[in-house]
């Protein structure tokens, strides 16, 4: 999966001192394309029917959050997409 919100972190944190500092974080969030979680700083609850992995990151990236990674993952006998935010 491509996104611009990848692009422009990697153009953040080419930018010294004004990137985002990993020993700086403070909390990590992870998401999965299996799961339909509530939002950890704000408690909205993401629709799960069907499960959007997009919406959830973009509103993670509204609270400040930074994309640290996404890609592929195994739950059992199903392949999902997984993210991890920082921030
Ligand atoms: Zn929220």
């Known amino acids: 999966m491509r996104t611009r919100e990848g692009g422009a972190v990697r ?12 020993t700086r974080t403070r909390r990590v969030v992870r998401l999965a394309s299996n ?7 704000c408690k909205e609850s ?13 509103h993670y990236l509204g609270h400040g959050y930074i994309l640290l990674h996404i ?16 921030k």
């Not at 944190?13 to 985002?20: D, E």
């Not at 993401?46 to 973009?58: K, M, R, T």
């Open 11 to 22: 153009k953040k944190a080419g930018r010294s001192g004004r990137g985002f500092n990993i």
């Open 35 to 41: 799961v339909a979680p509530t939002c950890r700083d």
């Open 46 to 58: 993401f629709g799960s029917n069907p499960i959007n992995l997009e919406e959830q990151i973009n």
């Open 71 to 86: 890609g592929p993952d195994q739950h059992g006998t199903m392949n999902i997409t997984v993210a991890m935010l920082g």
